[in-house]
């Protein structure tokens, strides 16, 4: 049997600001909602239709840095990742499920006020450790950045 995939690309809005926990054992998390939207039109009525899918997004270590802070609510973003799917118990014993997309790579495409960024960096968690000083590299060399 050949290999396999499990790849992810999606670009979408922010629903809300991320999410994000720092665990004891140092690493760092963040969770945040994207939306994702298509339209078409209806053959029988000529009415425009538009389907929001809500895609649960979470970013590990450096990545979550750099989440934490310069992503936030209505931005549009660029995420590259995999499908991991998880289970839990809720407080009534039950079995639950989600899916999530593990993000490795985070484009920010525009600002929190939904201008288009003049700078677009991408982001990474390869070289997890130097996400952060990347950015903060980026900002000492430019200051008028607009996120």
Do not use: C
Not at 114 to 135: F, I
Request: net charge neutral; no cysteine; charged share 30%.
């Amino acid at each position: 049997m050949a290999g396999t995939v499990n790849k992810v690309i999606l670009i979408g809005n922010l629903g809300k600001d991320p999410e994000v926990r720092h665990l004891e054992n140092g690493s760092v998390v963040a969770n945040f909602p994207i939306a994702t939207s298509e339209s078409y039109t209806d053959k029988n009525t000529g009415q425009k239709i538009e389907n929001t899918d809500w895609h649960d997004i979470v970013v590990w270590r450096g990545l979550a840095g750099v989440v934490e802070k310069y992503v936030r609510k209505g931005q549009k973003v660029y995420i590259e990742g995999k499908l991991k799917k998880r289970s839990w118990q809720d407080k009534e014993g039950n079995t639950r499920y989600t899916t999530e997309v593990i993000a490795d790579e985070l484009t920010i495409l525009s600002r929190p006020d939904n201008q288009n960024s003049q700078n677009q960096a991408p982001y990474s968690s390869e070289g997890t450790p130097d996400a952060p000083s990347k950015v903060d590299d980026i900002i000492k060399k430019d200051k008028d950045l607009p996120f």
